[in-house]
């Protein structure tokens, strides 16, 4: 079933199928709501990193990289993206698809001007992707997490040198 995804951005058509595949991969509401909250967030939504896989038309797959901050000491914000959610059709986990994404995902960053991407995720699947523990740029979480889940990519070379600091996701994860 697997051998034709094709990958795209989300559209408006997407958004119930979207809510119920996040709704079945996590096995609870809290990650749907969440992609529903952020997609009214006109500040860190880019409709271009909300990205569905299908196969034969139907979603089974999707991804999303909303922008957040990395707050310095003193205060200084720079950009970077997070990714979460990420959903796969429990039937098609470990099928390869979640990978498409994230890849597609960086693909599209990288054209859009993005440096780096930030993650809260399992220790032994992103670092297949290239992420390291942030710990490595002195970046650390909005909470307590175990350093070793909380990771970051540079997508392009030196993407987050000199940066450091604390991640400042948007207020809408504050409610998941």
């Known amino acids: 079933m697997t ?7 989300e559209t408006k058509d ?3 199928k979207v ?14 709501k969440l992609v529903d909250a952020l997609r009214k967030n006109q500040t860190a939504f880019v409709p271009e990193l909300s990205i569905v896989a299908t ?11 909303t922008k957040i901050n990395i707050k310095d000491d003193t205060g200084n914000l720079k950009e970077s993206l997070g990714l979460a959610p990420m959903a796969v059709r429990p039937e098609l986990q470990k099928s390869g698809i ?3 994404l994230i ?19 399992h220790e032994h699947y992103y ?16 909470f307590e997490v175990p350093s070793n889940v909380f990771m970051a990519i540079e997508l392009v070379t030196d ?5 450091s600091g604390t991640v400042v996701y948007p207020k809408e994860f504050e409610t998941v």
């Open 159 to 163: 993407g987050l040198r000199d940066i």
């Open 98 to 100: 979640g990978g498409q």
């Open 14 to 16: 997407d958004f119930k």
């Open 127 to 142: 670092p297949r992707f290239g992420f390291q523990s942030a710990d490595k740029w002195k970046i650390k979480a909005p």
């Open 19 to 32: 809510f119920e595949l996040n709704q079945i991969a996590f096995g609870q509401e809290n990650e749907a």
């Open 55 to 65: 196969d034969n038309n139907k979603i089974v797959g999707h991804i999303l990289f």
């Open 3 to 9: 051998n034709k995804i094709s990958l795209r951005q």
């Open 103 to 121: 890849k597609k995902g960086f693909e599209v960053a990288k054209e859009l001007g993005f440096k780096s991407v930030i993650v809260l995720g």
